[in-house]
């Protein structure tokens, strides 16, 4: 996502609500395809992809402390 996007983001919640699902959305879309079992999240998307596995757009768990994502 743009820097500018976020800044929106922060300004506005509900652009960040809009950007935040269409994240998990996009990483739903990922976890599909053939190539991908489980996505790793980057450390500034943990907040965003534990609200997306609350909201079942896909599975989380932990690895140590890395968190990763599985298609549901």
Not at 12 to 34: E, F, S, Y
Request: charged share 20%.
């Amino acid at each position: 996502m743009s820097s500018f996007l976020q800044g929106l983001a922060e300004l506005i919640p509900a652009v960040g609500d809009w950007a935040r699902r269409a994240w998990c959305h996009r990483q739903r879309q990922r976890l599909v395809g053939v190539n991908a079992t489980v996505l790793w999240v980057p450390p500034d998307k943990v907040p965003w992809a534990l609200w997306g596995a609350e909201h079942r757009f896909f599975d989380a768990d932990w690895a140590g402390r890395l968190l990763y994502l599985r298609s549901r």
